[in-house]
């Protein structure tokens, strides 16, 4: 099992609490999407609109719909960057160093 599941629970209740909020794609899913020719790799920060919690395998993902072109992307937790002005940015980067922990011992990143 890779999430401790209050405690995702937990995260995943104050980040829906917190929405609408702004984050970062992290460079290597940037530059998959630009190699995939996907438009809305052309901008790095996103509005993440909704989340949710895709089981055990998927982790929490955040949905970021780009209204102009009914666009959307679903994409891990582990594949943005929050502000670190947010006051749950440091819940966010413990449950994002302890998910790539969990994935490096089974050899799954």
Same mark, same amino acid.
């Given at each position: +099992?890779?999430? !401790?599941?209050?405690? @995702?629970?937990?995260?995943?209740?104050?980040? =829906?609490?917190?929405?609408?909020? =702004?984050?970062?794609?992290?460079?290597?899913?940037?530059?998959?999407?630009?190699? #995939? /020719?996907?438009?809305?790799?052309? #901008? @790095? #920060? !996103?509005?993440?609109?909704?989340?949710?919690?895709?089981?055990?395998?998927?982790?929490?993902?955040? !949905?970021?719909?780009?209204?102009?072109?009914?666009?959307?992307?679903?994409?891990?937790? @582990?594949?943005? &960057?929050? *502000? &670190? @002005? +947010? *006051?749950?940015?440091?819940?966010?980067?413990?449950? /994002?160093?302890? &998910?790539? =922990? =969990?994935?490096?011992? #089974?050899?799954?990143?």
């Amino acid at each position: +099992m890779l999430d !401790h599941p209050e405690n @995702t629970a937990r995260l995943l209740s104050a980040l =829906k609490a917190a929405l609408p909020f =702004k984050v970062e794609l992290v460079p290597s899913l940037v530059n998959y999407l630009r190699e #995939q /020719h996907v438009a809305i790799a052309d #901008q @790095t #920060q !996103h509005i993440v609109s909704d989340l949710s919690y895709a089981g055990d395998e998927g982790g929490i993902v955040c !949905h970021i719909v780009r209204p102009e072109d009914q666009g959307a992307l679903v994409v891990s937790l @582990t594949q943005v &960057r929050v *502000p &670190r @002005t +947010m *006051p749950i940015a440091a819940a966010v980067a413990d449950y /994002h160093n302890h &998910r790539v =922990k =969990k994935l490096k011992k #089974q050899g799954r990143a």
